[in-house]
């Protein structure tokens, strides 16, 4: 790849420098090369060589090693190349169903040795960056059980559909194959338009649900009774051992930064709760515990400050548009009691719940 960085560093930023989570991306993203191939074999099955398309981005899969990385940016290019080539308007669906659980890697053994479903939710979550995902994923619990969203980047339409159609396929079968009983409990939906009719024929071919569309985002539903069932390769030490392998390759797609604010509230965004502690975060990021909290100090942020300003954002986002319960609020953001939850919020905006949304809700 060495011989390619004026091509890395040219390629179009299609997401306008944005993180998926809308905040401005501080760091540039790698990913393995291999993350192409199932787009490759869709190529290839429609009669199309993805050499032609590599080579005109400066690339050739003959000088490249399963272990060479890729910009974000670039990826995107190729895959922008694909779409106007094949003019195929299901693209990602197809594409999203070559995905395998091995194209995963060290994150499909991360999560399947964890203990329960539940369990890989959350580690999955907080270990997205080393996914396939393009788009952003966060855990929302209620009485019911758990969502799973997975928010969608602004792109032009026809990236866009590719993106959300290929995640959510992607993410269908990746799902199926440590969740024994997917076919039969998931449900979902995609932030994509309908497509046409004869289209929706493919869709049913490798989804076992009627897919909701022009959603918010992309979504799957996992009813409570299926979260706290035990694995079936659960294995705590082989867990252990594949985080370690996590935060190693994290630490590979993100290196450590000037600006270490963003790069902070970019990685905690993709905790619902159960936040790393700081000396945790510092290893992902690849400086010392003391590094971090001195560089945080210089900004004039510190950790605890950061992750509190998060969970306020979260309270606020599940308050005003969720209308769940303050027991229920309290409980999805770590609170041993709401009456804790209470005294943050007052904190945070001066005002109860109820008069927040009072105000909220006064024209």
Same mark, same amino acid.
């Given at each position: 790849?060495?011989?390619? #960085?004026?091509?890395?560093?040219?390629?179009?930023?299609? /997401?306008?420098?944005?993180?998926?989570?809308?905040?401005?991306?501080?760091?540039?993203?790698? @990913?393995?090369?291999?993350?192409?191939?199932?787009? $490759?074999? &869709?190529?290839?099955?429609?009669?199309?060589?993805?050499?032609?398309?590599? !080579?005109?981005?400066?690339?050739?899969?003959?000088? =490249?090693?399963?272990?060479?990385?890729?910009?974000?940016?670039?990826?995107?290019?190729?895959?922008?190349?694909?779409?106007?080539? %094949?003019?195929?308007?299901?693209?990602?669906?197809?594409?999203?169903? +070559?995905?395998?659980?091995?194209?995963?890697?060290?994150?499909?053994? %991360?999560?399947?040795?964890? *203990?329960? /479903?539940?369990?890989?939710?959350?580690?999955?979550?907080?270990?997205?960056?080393?996914?396939?995902?393009?788009?952003?994923? #966060?855990?929302? $619990?209620?009485?019911?059980?758990?969502?799973?969203?997975?928010?969608?980047? *602004?792109?032009?339409?026809?990236?866009?559909?590719?993106?959300?159609?290929?995640?959510?396929?992607?993410?269908?079968?990746?799902?199926?194959?440590?969740?024994?009983?997917?076919?039969?409990?998931?449900?979902?939906?995609?932030? @994509?338009?309908?497509?046409?009719?004869?289209?929706?024929? #493919?869709?049913?071919?490798?989804?076992?649900?009627?897919?909701? $569309?022009?959603?918010?985002?992309?979504? /799957?539903?996992?009813? &409570?009774?299926?979260? @706290?069932?035990?694995?079936?390769?659960?294995?705590?030490?082989?867990?252990?051992?594949?985080? &370690?392998?996590?935060?190693?390759?994290?630490?590979?797609?993100?290196?450590?930064?000037?600006?270490?604010?963003?790069?902070?509230?970019?990685?905690?965004?993709?905790?619902?709760?159960?936040?790393?502690?700081?000396?945790?975060?510092?290893?992902?990021?690849?400086?010392?515990?003391? #590094?971090?909290?001195?560089?945080?100090?210089?900004?004039?942020?510190?950790?605890?400050?950061?992750?509190?300003?998060? +969970?306020?954002?979260?309270?606020?986002?599940?308050?005003?548009?969720?209308?769940?319960?303050?027991?229920?609020? !309290?409980?999805? =953001?770590?609170?041993?009691?709401?009456?804790? $939850?209470? @005294?943050?919020?007052?904190?945070?905006?001066?005002?109860?719940?109820?008069?927040?949304?009072?105000?909220?809700?006064?024209?």
């Amino acid at each position: 790849m060495t011989a390619n #960085t004026s091509q890395l560093s040219e390629s179009v930023n299609i /997401f306008e420098n944005k993180h998926p989570s809308g905040a401005n991306q501080p760091f540039k993203r790698k @990913r393995s090369i291999l993350g192409l191939l199932p787009l $490759f074999k &869709a190529l290839e099955e429609q009669g199309r060589s993805p050499q032609s398309i590599l !080579a005109a981005r400066g690339l050739s899969l003959d000088n =490249l090693t399963g272990a060479a990385m890729i910009d974000t940016n670039l990826e995107l290019d190729i895959v922008g190349d694909a779409i106007e080539l %094949l003019n195929d308007p299901i693209l990602g669906v197809k594409v999203g169903s +070559q995905v395998s659980f091995t194209s995963y890697g060290t994150y499909a053994m %991360l999560l399947m040795t964890a *203990d329960t /479903f539940l369990e890989s939710a959350r580690v999955g979550a907080q270990f997205q960056h080393l996914s396939l995902l393009f788009s952003h994923m #966060t855990l929302h $619990f209620d009485s019911q059980g758990l969502e799973v969203r997975y928010t969608v980047p *602004d792109a032009p339409r026809k990236l866009r559909d590719f993106i959300a159609d290929r995640d959510l396929m992607g993410t269908y079968i990746f799902m199926r194959e440590f969740l024994a009983e997917a076919p039969h409990v998931l449900v979902g939906g995609t932030v @994509r338009s309908k497509p046409e009719r004869h289209h929706i024929a #493919t869709y049913k071919k490798y989804l076992n649900f009627d897919v909701s $569309f022009d959603q918010p985002y992309n979504w /799957f539903r996992i009813p &409570a009774s299926m979260l @706290r069932l035990s694995q079936q390769h659960s294995n705590v030490w082989a867990h252990k051992l594949y985080k &370690a392998q996590a935060y190693e390759l994290l630490n590979t797609f993100y290196p450590a930064q000037q600006d270490v604010v963003p790069q902070v509230k970019t990685l905690i965004a993709g905790y619902q709760s159960g936040y790393p502690s700081a000396s945790e975060l510092a290893n992902i990021i690849g400086v010392s515990e003391r #590094t971090l909290r001195r560089k945080l100090d210089a900004a004039g942020a510190s950790y605890r400050n950061i992750i509190d300003a998060q +969970q306020q954002k979260r309270a606020l986002d599940m308050l005003s548009s969720q209308r769940l319960p303050i027991a229920a609020i !309290a409980s999805q =953001l770590g609170y041993a009691e709401p009456a804790s $939850f209470l @005294r943050a919020f007052k904190r945070w905006t001066g005002l109860t719940p109820k008069r927040f949304l009072q105000q909220q809700n006064t024209p």
